[in-house]
């Protein structure tokens, strides 16, 4: 397209972001204009695994509340599973789950990352392509001979809050709309996202209030937030594993928000089962043990295996396991199992052999959360705007055990993660 169209195209986006808070850290949302095209067929069959897999992630959470051996293979601390042993009144546990991926050279998908905290991403997409559909590049591209261009249906529709209402009414029997507490913390406090629900659900018409967990009420059996009995409270955090309870160093008020819940006086959304099991980079390498084949079926394991990079848990400093990880440097990535923002990846291609072998020989016996090796599989190269060979990543929503979309990041690094210098695409199949 003309550079000059392109430019003009690039200058709406930014000024639109910026209106309707598509932001990044105070800045408008890092975006690549050119889109990822997927055909048809490619994104029916996606649909068809990832439903499954996410099948078997719930089944995940059963195990661990059945099986002793799951729960030391996780080894979370006794407040991460006390919460994740909490009892859920709703199902699937699994509210909102994106999975990160590259793809294969056989076409399937290698899952790297189960990202269950992640509801800002599909309330961004859907303004981000209210504004991209004015576009002349996607005027253009509609107008291709034969193109047949479709949205997926998070674009459109808003799907976080419909199902937020549906999950409540399964939990409650209640039709009429809940009380929403969009429930964040003051220590390490997010912002943007936040913004970002409280619309979407006010433009639908539920109430819902910012929260912060310090700040609850819990008395005569209701949970108030802001001074308003909530009947709902809707989770997002940005945990700090140094506390004994991640979401604050606020112990008090973390047992009195987990009494609520414990109680059945609110429904809380992103269940902890979500937030830390199927959060935890780890799950991956479930599914690769050995020890723990006999807990699935053979099709189970077969999916698993098809459809996520292979992920096992860090060894101990003396392992003979060590040495072959040394070995294998350019063909693996180190990182942290409860981990966000691509803080604690480590490619190992990209590290100097000495730095490889330091990180992979550090005691972490007293860590908060174990580590995972984790095969690397090259992004798929883009050709970009600037015609620069660039790394591209995808993540795909299951709300509610159902596929609704994908939207796709784009970087010069191979850490796509737009905290790290990737910016965010837009999705069409065609």
Known sequence: MPGDVYAKD??????????????????????EILPYLVPSAQNEAIKTLFKSFHSLLEKTIDLYRERPEIRQYFNFNKAIESMVLLSCRYSPRIHICRFDYTVRDNGFPAIYETNSACPGGLLKMSRIFGAYKRTQLYRDLCASPGANVSAFEYYKAPVFTTELHRLYTRATGKTQPPVVGILNSRHRTLTNEIGLMIDELQSCGLRAVNAYVEDLDYKNGRLVGGGIPLDLCYQKFDDDLSCDYPFTPDTRSAVKYINALRDGSVVGVNSFASTYLVESKAVLGLYWDPRFEGYFTGEEIDLARRITARTEL????HDAKLGEYMAKKDSLVLKCSLDTRGRSVVIGRETPQDVWE??????????AAPYV?????????YEGSELKARYVSHAYFVVAGNPVGMFTRISESSVTNVGKCGKTGISFIV
């Open 10 to 31: 690039r200058r709406f986006l930014a000024d639109h972001f910026s209106e309707q808070g598509v932001m990044y850290e105070g800045k408008p949302e890092p975006f």
């Open 373 to 381: 090796v984790q095969e690397f599989h090259p992004h798929e190269q």
């Open 358 to 367: 330091k990180f992979l020989k550090q005691d972490r016996t007293n860590a």
């Open 314 to 317: 860090l060894p101990l400093p």
